[in-house]
């Protein structure tokens, strides 16, 4: 065999050779940006400790500026009187001045009174009016004296002495249910005050209730 078909049996040897490391790097050079990009794809660990934030939805949530579970009062956000009990003033719950509640059918009223009366959507905790008075429970012998009248609740977290039924109501809906009150001349308010009223006078006070003075 001559010197030149030596040197070009080995060049010929050489080619494929040179063919497939150049493969391999091509690969590997088209592998780095799909891999880069899948990496960055991944959530980091820091990223899914932070449950409670303005991406995952809470902040659309009026109510949810903490967690949820840790029972945050609506009002505490905005409201200066965040040292109080209920930072919500007594005169968000009061009557406001030349208030004319809204009038209406009474039988229309008493009706929307009862749905409203179980309708956990008006609190922001998933409570309800019949949640605790269901079948009358949970009413202070006084629940059968006419309004205005003394009401300890509101009188230990709001300072008020004496209620109207309407007031005791927003009462129920800032403290227990931790929602906004009601619109004052609102027909869902005066449907509520319609439906008590009809279960005050089947309300029998165990013991009786005390006569006002």
């Known amino acids: 065999m001559s010197a030149f078909q030596i040197s070009q049996k080995a060049l010929n040897a050489t080619i494929p050779l040179a063919s497939m490391a150049s493969a391999a790097v091509l690969t590997m050079a088209l592998a780095e940006p799909i891999m880069a990009a899948s990496n960055a794809a991944k959530p980091s660990s820091t ?9 995952n939805g809470y902040a659309a949530n009026k109510y949810a500026v903490t967690p949820p579970s840790q029972g945050t009062n609506p009002c505490a956000a905005t409201n200066p009187c965040i040292a109080k009990a209920y ?11 030349n208030y004319k509640p809204y009038q209406g059918n009474e039988s229309e009223l008493v009706t929307l009174g009862s749905k409203l009366f179980k309708d956990k959507l008006l609190s922001s905790n998933g409570l309800s009016c019949d949640t605790c008075h269901q079948g009358l429970n949970m009413f202070q012998p006084s629940f059968s004296r006419p309004y205005p009248h003394e009401v ?9 002495s004496h ?19 009601l619109e004052w001349e609102s027909k869902e308010l005066a449907a509520l005050v319609a439906y008590i009223e009809t279960l005050q006078r089947q309300f029998k006070p165990n013991p009786p209730a005390a006569k006002s003075p």
């Open 152 to 160: 300890i609740m509101s009188k230990n977290q709001f300072g008020m």
């Open 87 to 97: 930072p919500c003033t007594a005169q968000e719950v009061k009557r406001p001045a």
């Open 47 to 55: 990223a899914l400790s932070t449950p409670y934030t303005a991406q």
């Open 163 to 181: 209620v109207f039924l309407d007031e005791m109501i927003q009462v129920c809906m800032v403290a227990p249910m931790a929602a906004a009150p």
